[in-house]
């Protein structure tokens, strides 16, 4: 499914055409279209029942709801009490300033219309509101107590109560509409509003909001979204190799309440990563009742992220971003367990939730993550806060984003001009970065063993600045192995003639000396592997640790000697294609073998 941007003939016919055919049509179309083709129909009232609230409430935000007060005003009640729930709530409080925003455009588009779309909200959250943001005072019995009457205020019809709000930038919007919304009750029904600011005037604000929050978790339920507290476990480790235990079931009762929104159609925005691209392969060849029950699984999931991240409900860049997410961990689940089998994959999401899909995904990811924080804890393993500092770049940021709440990975591993964070986004992102994290503890076990404990003497008295990095430190050490004379301590400088003098010797030496030199530094490096093994806080053989130190080595020098020879001071830099790591451990990284 893509949006479409229909020609004016075309949205006239659609406009007029009748309302089962517009419904089907209305989620494809482009936002501007959505509104113009609603307002212009002769039966929106009607039609709007029928579109499920998120898609109204994330049209009206893509749009702005001060151009759609026509809709508004034509809002049923679940729509409001919807786009109240979702927007009005910010991590378990309620959010004045977007409620106040929704109250004043209620308003705006029709005075008495928002008095009964107000008072028709839960009783809990209008009571809230106002113990919140006013106080209400017995004239007669609180003489004395009373505060100066600001502004805003009002007084009840029988003169015996006087509700002041506190006036504050923030809640302006919502204590406007609260004190309009007083006013029409108290014109319609004056013995409800005497009992409902008699009520709020003795109850406790914690137990109002305790009750408000959950009857709103509740409806919230109801249109696809879990109680936060239960967002957070789709981020919990499941072992991606264990067996798949839940079975689909014919007819999927369990989300029958789940409607599909608009903005999420699967396919709609989401970008051709290698995840992504597998599902939706898969996806588009299953049968027309099991596409309808992934898709209900997907928003779902996707609901869950939302949540999970505190993410704006009603922005739509939010709902791409995490639909993404979850469409490319499916993916990659999906290709773990068939082995890159499409009809495999299909019958997995033919027998199992998306659910357990996605954690095998996400299961892949959290374990390569979790045995490099094992390292981290280790003793002796270079990773103190020095260490953490020295790493090259994007190696720094690339632990950085693991180290996060929720761990991500550093884009800036696979495009230099990228500097955000993501999830994984294909099972080649999750061997990279097992590959990464095998580089960087490699890194910092050899530094730590190499100069300790000259380290911290080396980098005594130079500014953080001027520290040299990882590279740099090690290819100094090789160099200082090749016995030329020059300073190694901190970065190399070339601008002196004694130094470009030297370096330029070990450059031009020839194979036979080249291949000597190599010989004798790794000759003193293997003391130095051997005598550390014992220590080392890597899972590698000293027969593996002695063959990557040698290629490693070799590696750092040939092209230390290539940039000396282009005098270029930058000497190493960070190379995702000349790992060490060779390309039959691929699988084994995100197998855990």
Known sequence: MRIKELSKPDLNSLINADATAFAQVWPELSAKNRVTALIERKDTREVLKAIAPQDIFLTLREVGASDCLEILELLP???VQAIFDMDGWKNHRVDAAAIGDWVELLFAANPDVAVSRIHQLDIESVSLLLKIHCQVFDIDLDEGQIPSVPNLHIISPDQRLIVIFKEHPYTEKLCRGLKAYLEGIFARDMQYALRLIEAIRWELPSQL???AL?????RMCDLGFPDPSEAWEVFAFRDPDAALTTQRESDNASQEGLVLRANTPLFLSVDSTPGATFFTEVFSQLEPQHQDSVAREVVAL???LLLAWHDDLGENENLKVRLQECVSLIGIGLR????????????LLEQH????????????????????????????????ALGLSLLDSPLKECVEGLRQGFPLIFRGLFDASQVHFTTPQGLQDIALLARTLTEITLRRWWISTLLSPDLHETLEGLAVKDRPKDS????????????????TRGALDLQTPETKKALHLFASMNEDEWNKKIADIFGDLENDVENAIPTATIELSPQELRKRVFAYTKRVLDHARDQILKEDPAFIEWDKNALFWTGNNESKATRGD
């Open 77 to 79: 009640q679940e729509s």
């Open 336 to 347: 773990y367990r068939s082995q890159d089998n499409p009809s495999e994959a299909i019958a």
């Open 302 to 304: 996707t609901n869950r």
């Open 353 to 384: 939730h998306a659910k357990e899909i996605f954690h095998v995904g996400y299961g892949l990811f959290l374990r390569v993550v979790r045995r490099f924080n094992s390292t981290l804890r280790k003793a002796e393993n270079g990773f103190d």
């Open 214 to 218: 959950r009857f709103r978790n509740a």
């Open 472 to 487: 740099q430190l090690m290819m100094n050490h090789f160099i200082t192995k090749m016995n030329l004379g020059v300073n």
């Open 209 to 211: 909001e305790e009750e």
